[in-house]
């Protein structure tokens, strides 16, 4: 597809609520509807309301389980019955694609190939642009077109723009709460593929990226590029509003959700709201009485884990005392 310069630069509307652009009234209506609480998407299978179609449509796939087809190996499930016969074959003992790293078995030798450049660090495909490198050419050609600078897929939920149709898919799943992707070790699920292969080295214990300056590995890039910085000291992603600064752009998208008001993750029973996910798990355990803290010098648990710290001061001072006799 040709893009041209300009197509991107069309006119925002604002939310007069929170002042947050979308590209069209459609998607501000629908970014509206976390503010007013309304959800006029009703499911006919469970009665569920759900405030955009896209939601709805996502939990009506969990109702529609006879239209997936599921490997009788590892129970991983598919939309096609192609998709799975492609899968099948990694499970089956004459396949060839077996990576001698970690003995993870692909569908076929290209997927083989890329999967083998996490273990070898190769990135064959270089952005002559800003000269960063990739291990595939899809996350070449994905690259590419942040330089253009059009963010043609937009989530019709929150108006979050992206370049890419799969980061698109991607993100919409953490509003529907949908994980597809299912470890080979586990029962751990995962709403973005790109995240599995990084758990399962947590399982193997391959950590192929490696300090060149202290040795420390890491079992992925992201992670090994945000340690070298510690050496340099840089940090190159600034806040436009405080001009706090930060050596990761994940760091720095988190703290410009306190700016901008941004609470994404809602609390099914009380329906407060969360700038982080993990605020909300906390908070849920209000709800559920769940104490997964555990002291253990006395046993008492905690919904928190620096309770469990404050608590565990009462033991320190009572040894001290003990000493002091």
């Not at 273990?119 to 642009?129: A, L």
Request: aromatic share 8%; with cysteine.
């Amino acid at each position: 597809m040709r893009m041209h310069k300009g197509e991107g630069r069309q006119k925002l509307v604002k939310c007069d609520v929170c002042s947050k652009n979308f590209r069209d009234k459609t998607a501000l209506e629908s970014h509206k509807r976390i503010h007013s609480k309304e959800k006029p998407f009703g499911c006919k299978s469970c009665g569920k309301a759900f405030r955009t179609k896209t939601e709805l449509n996502s939990h009506v796939k969990t109702h529609n389980k006879q239209q997936l087809y599921s490997c009788q190996v590892c129970e991983k499930t598919y939309t096609h019955p192609r998709s799975l016969k492609k899968h099948e074959k990694t499970h089956s003992p004459d396949n060839p694609n077996i990576c001698d790293f970690c003995g993870k078995s692909l569908r076929d030798k290209s997927s083989l190939r890329d999967h083998r450049r996490l273990h070898t660090g190769e990135r064959p495909y270089k952005c002559d642009v800003c000269g960063k490198n990739f291990p595939n050419n899809s996350g070449y050609k994905s690259h590419m077109i942040k330089h253009i600078g059009i963010k043609a897929f937009v989530c019709d939920i929150c108006g979050k723009g992206y370049y890419s149709n799969n980061n698109l898919q991607a993100h919409i799943r953490l509003h529907t709460g949908e994980k597809p992707f299912k470890c080979d070790f586990c029962d751990k699920r995962f709403s973005s593929r790109r995240h599995l292969p990084r758990h399962e080295r947590s399982h193997t214990g391959v950590r192929p990226y490696q300090c060149e300056k202290c040795g420390k590995a890491f079992t992925d890039g992201s992670s090994l590029l945000a340690h070298s910085k510690t050496h340099s000291g840089e940090r190159p992603h600034r806040c436009e509003f405080c001009a706090k600064s930060f050596t990761q752009s994940s760091h720095l998208s988190k703290h410009l959700k306190f700016h901008l008001g941004e609470k994404d993750y809602e609390c099914e029973v009380c329906l407060k709201r969360f700038f982080h996910k993990g605020h909300l798990d906390r908070h849920s355990r209000i709800h559920t009485g769940e104490k997964p803290y555990s002291c253990k010098v006395c046993e008492k648990s905690f919904a928190r884990d620096d309770y469990l710290v404050k608590h565990m001061t009462i033991h320190v001072k009572q040894n001290e005392s003990i000493d002091s006799f």
